[in-house]
């Protein structure tokens, strides 16, 4: 599906990030009143306007369930997950996206494109990075709360092994919305994320933290690989 740049995906842009992206540290709004910072945030939204098409996603349903921390989905794909380890002393407990999966999952991939206009001086091209990387947020969120669902990107704290991007691709065909990826599993364009849609109604956001020698050796025997391949790839 394709977008049109609309008032509602626009509000959903994070801008306390867009300029954490240009090192200021004042909160947005109040730090409209450093005039760079005006000039720059001007800047942003003519750039926004040049792109009409902002974007494109596919957004599918699967059968799913979970079994020993894999994510099984349409009784084919494997997705491995890692369970946190980190000793935790208030009793909750040590979660795992695959505890959170029970009959079906979605499966995302959002890019805001390359569809800015294009200017080899180095400040329109920093402009155009940090506005692509919002844009593509803005979008996740829009569809994040279209779907009722929280989204667990590939390669972020909870799915840190990148090479489920390739299960990802495998099921989805990045390539019909533009995206590629390359040997190290990362998309292009830079502006573009892939992950799962949960509906479980205990579903959160967590980050697997520290990983344990035999964490790593349960995870390398679910795939069938040695160790040292897991720990090239997810540190």
Not at 11 to 22: H, K, P, Q, T, Y
Not at 83 to 112: H, W
Not at 170 to 194: A, F, H, Q, R
């Amino acid at each position: 599906m394709k977008n049109i740049l609309t008032d509602e995906i626009i509000s959903l842009i994070d801008w306390n990030e867009f300029f954490r992206f240009w090192k200021f540290k004042e909160k947005f709004p109040e730090v409209l009143q450093n005039n760079e910072a005006k000039i720059l945030v001007d800047d942003a939204n003519k750039m926004l306007k040049t792109c009409k098409n902002c974007g494109e996603a596919k957004i599918e349903w699967f059968p799913a369930r979970s079994e020993n921390d894999n994510i099984i989905i349409n009784e084919k794909y494997i997705v491995r997950c890692f369970r946190q380890q980190t000793k935790k002393n208030d009793g909750s407990p040590y979660y795992c996206l695959a505890d959170f999966v029970e009959d079906k999952i979605g499966l995302f991939a959002i890019t805001a494109g390359d569809n800015f206009e294009k200017n080899d001086d180095v400040y329109n091209s920093l402009l155009r990075e940090s506005v692509s990387q919002r844009l593509v947020e803005a979008l996740s969120q829009f569809y994040q709360k279209k779907n009722n669902a929280l989204a667990f990107a590939i390669g972020y704290p909870s799915l840190p092994d990148l090479r489920i991007m390739k299960v990802a691709d495998e099921i989805l065909d990045l390539k019909s919305i533009g995206i590629t990826l390359n040997e190290s599993c990362m998309m292009s364009p830079v502006s573009s994320v892939c992950g799962f849609y949960i509906m479980h109604p205990k579903a959160r956001y967590f980050t697997v933290g520290k990983i344990s020698d035999e964490q790593y050796a349960d995870y390398a025997a679910r795939g069938n690989e040695n160790i040292d391949e897991v720990k090239k790839w997810v540190k």
